[in-house]
């Protein structure tokens, strides 16, 4: 008895223990399309042109030679437009991609405490400024001003 290429395919993934989709999401393939592949079922596919490509893709990926096989599956010239039922709407594959957590990046201050901190940056400064600027021209007007003054105190 002759083994077909499907058969071959799905003898294959479970020699390396991978499942449907694993192998769906590895190859980006749907995973019913592996089934077909698998059960040599290529009515799904719109054309030959993708079953043949999809068998390529997919025995390429588990290191299976189907070259000899390829030849036997024959690729049409045309396409009609009954024949685009793969691009419809199908029922989502059964992977589902785990959602990307995003880590911590550094610490993260309250709400408060950077309210707090802008709020001596924005008024304290200023205010320190201007003190450490009119504190100095007071001095230097005390100081000029006992020069002139001859009642000052010494």
Known sequence: ???????????ARQAKSLSVD???AATKIRPERIVDLE???LSHFPSLVYARSFLVKYAKYLGV?????LEHVQVGSTVGLGEYHYLRATPPPKYQPEPRRREPSGLKFPTVLLAILALIILIGVPVIAFLAINLSRRRSFRGSNRDRDPF???
């Open 39 to 41: 059960g040599d079922d």
């Open 152 to 154: 000052a105190r010494c």
């Open 1 to 11: 008895m002759v083994e077909t290429v499907g058969r071959r395919l799905q003898k």
């Open 65 to 69: 030679d189907i070259q000899d096989d």
């Open 22 to 24: 694993e192998v769906a």
